[in-house]
């Protein structure tokens, strides 16, 4: 039920503004398609929000040669609609493309997706992470970048003063692609999603969400692939296999899935993965 407080929105212009309202105690109000459910989570809804919409750039996707940087206010419909077809960045797409309903994707943003730090089934977090993104954070005048892992591993202090403003993409993967199990077809949170990346010097990165709390890196699985011919299993047969042998996540019970069951799909998802993978490879 919603409290009768009065409660006051501010639209930032400018990062400086939106770091004063934060400073005063305003809570980011980005989609809302997470924020907005509190109530419903036995949270108490803030007093006051700051928008991030109004501030220039933030809503912009700059696609240069090397380099693509993504402001934390852009929707995933955005993100998947502008990032689909470019080499390397098919995990993303399919993160974006994938994730919750449409009329979800058309509100809920970059930024939302990565600081909600009690959502454990992000998509778009293993495919950064398999990407190896960097997260641009503001807390003074001074932006901040760090590796998607560095922010994850320290996200609630992190976010604490600062604000999450861009993500940066190196284009210098060669292929990458992103699995993820839903119960049902659509609306349903991932029990479980894996993301896997060719890097520039053909080693593979593995990214698994939705098992533990937070996404998290499979380093495990990294070093049993770099150990096979070529550095990289040949099929997504031996790639599942190897993956049930270095099963080392921890499952969470949640509502839609028990720990085990999200630990027991993942060399399916593994396959999956690297299969898609294996052929993008082979098409360029
Ligand atoms: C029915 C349903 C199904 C869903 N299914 C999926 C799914 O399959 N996959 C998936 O990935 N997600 C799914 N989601 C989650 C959805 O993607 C999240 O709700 C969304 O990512 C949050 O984004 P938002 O822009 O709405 O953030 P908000 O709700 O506005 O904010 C969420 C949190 O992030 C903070 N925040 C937002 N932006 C910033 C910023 N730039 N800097 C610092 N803090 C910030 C806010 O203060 C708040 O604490 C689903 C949601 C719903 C309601």
Partial sequence: ?????????????????????????????????????????????????????????????????????????????VLGKLLAGIAGLEAVTAAATGAANPAIRRVATVGGNLCTTDFAAADLLPALLAIDAIVELQ????????????????????????ILTRVILCRDNLASAHARLPLRRAGDYPVAIVSVALTAERQIRIAVGSVEHVARRWTTLEEAFSAERDGRPASGEIAASLAAQCNDFEGRDGIEADGWYRRQVLPALVRRSMEALLQEDAAR
């Fill in 1 to 77: 039920m919603f409290d009768n407080l009065e409660r006051s929105l501010t639209v930032a212009g400018s990062i400086e503004e939106a770091l004063a309202a934060r400073k005063q105690g305003a809570a980011i109000l980005a989609g809302g398609t997470w924020l907005m459910r509190d109530e419903r989570r036995g949270l108490t809804l803030p007093q006051a929000f700051v928008s991030l919409h109004a501030v220039p750039g933030l809503k912009a996707i700059d696609i240069e040669d090397h380099q693509i940087t993504i402001g934390a206010a852009v929707t995933h419909e």
């Fill in 139 to 162: 807390a003074d005048h001074v932006p901040l970048c760090l590796p998607i892992a560095s922010f994850l591993a320290n996200r609630r202090d992190l976010l604490a003063g600062a």
